[in-house]
Nanobody, 119 residues
Framework: QVQLVESGGGLVQDGGSLRLSCVAS????????LGWVRQAPGKERESIAS????????YYADSVKGRFIISRDTSKNTAYLQMNSLKPEDTAVYYC????????????WGQGTQVTISA
């Protein structure tokens, strides 16, 4: 089992920045890829970024590439999502998720944190 707790959401203006954090706990948490998935009202869930268990490999969706940066402090089992140049279309609930190496689907999810960008 892996428990995930997100923090850092909030309301910012168009063009602003936010940093989300995700603390992963559990005996094997350090062995999991961590990712961020967002869901806007009326839209499908979108996987936007992920980082491997050792922090060496990252993935970004085209919609956030060049604006968002995912990182990981392996000593704290914490993943971060630095979000820059935010746009109103980035408004969504952001979920931290974890999947074991080799798995294609996320197995564990956090409770989500709301990010709202005002125009």
């Amino acid at each position: 089992q892996v428990q995930l707790v997100e923090s850092g959401g909030g309301l910012v203006q168009d063009g602003g920045s936010l940093r989300l954090s995700c603390v992963a706990s559990g005996r094997t948490a350090s062995m999991y890829t961590l990712g961020w998935v967002r869901q806007a009202p009326g839209k499908e869930r979108e996987s936007i970024a992920s980082i491997s268990f050792n922090g060496r490999n990252t993935y970004y969706a085209d919609s956030v590439k060049g604006r968002f940066i995912i990182s990981r402090d392996t000593s704290k089992n914490t993943a971060y999502l630095q979000m820059n140049s935010l746009k109103p279309e980035d408004t969504a609930v952001y979920y931290c998720a974890a999947r074991f190496r080799g798995e294609s689907e996320y197995q564990f999810w956090g409770q989500g944190t709301q990010v709202t960008i005002s125009a």
